[in-house]
């Protein structure tokens, strides 16, 4: 009878720790399908509809506030809007992809198109493996020097500082046992 608690105690220990760590073991998997540039194991732990969406709702609620009175007092502003509103759901569907979001973890500006499997090379052509005399420039690791914690018991955000020092953040929400990336808060001010 003392050995079954003991086991139902060790039992309940490694489950509230798996809990607890889960979201932290999310984020490497996602690290390094991001590095290795694996959009299909990438795509494993992102919920992309949900992703676009918060981009979408973001953008035009910043585009809303630019234009402010100027939709109220001008009918030809409301229109521009509206067609504004339809870009903004165009590049926000072009740019949430996996290479989209591997460039986001980076702290880069994602480009549209179809991204290079493998990094620029560092050299020149000349085979001197850098740019005559330049410093060589390595590829940043997704969610380098990024900051991880839970915001709330089913939300855990990573948040990532660019070299300008905006901060953008990924929210992984809880999805039964596991977690997936849902939302990214980018630095629009």
Do not use: C
């Not at 590049?91 to 591997?102: K, M, N, Q, S, W």
């Not at 460039?103 to 480009?111: C, I, N």
């Not at 560092?122 to 990024?146: C, I, M, V, W, Y």
């Not at 948040?159 to 939302?183: C, N, V, Y």
């Amino acid at each position: 009878m003392r050995i079954l608690k003991l086991v139902l105690v060790m039992a309940a220990v490694l489950a509230l720790g798996y809990g607890v760590a889960a979201p932290w073991l999310t984020v490497y998997q996602i690290r390094e399908a991001a590095d290795h540039r694996d959009s299909r194991a990438l795509a494993e732990h992102v919920e992309f509809d949900s992703v676009r969406q918060s981009l979408k709702d973001q953008l035009n609620a910043r585009m809303l506030r630019e234009l402010g009175d100027d939709i109220r007092q001008n009918p030809l502003a409301a229109l521009g809007a509206a067609l504004a509103n339809t870009v903004v759901d165009g590049l926000v569907d072009t740019y949430v992809t996996p290479a989209g979001i591997e460039q986001l973890m980076r702290g880069e500006t994602p480009a549209p198109g179809i991204p290079r499997r493998e990094p620029p090379p560092a050299g020149n052509g000349n085979g001197n493996g850098g740019d005559a005399g330049g410093p060589k420039t390595e590829r940043r690791k997704p969610f380098s020097d990024a900051r991880m914690g839970y915001r709330s018991l089913n939300h855990f955000v990573v948040t990532m500082t660019d070299d300008s020092g905006k901060q953008a953040e990924f929210i992984l929400s809880r999805r039964g046992l596991g977690w997936k990336l849902t939302a990214i808060v980018l630095p629009l001010d």
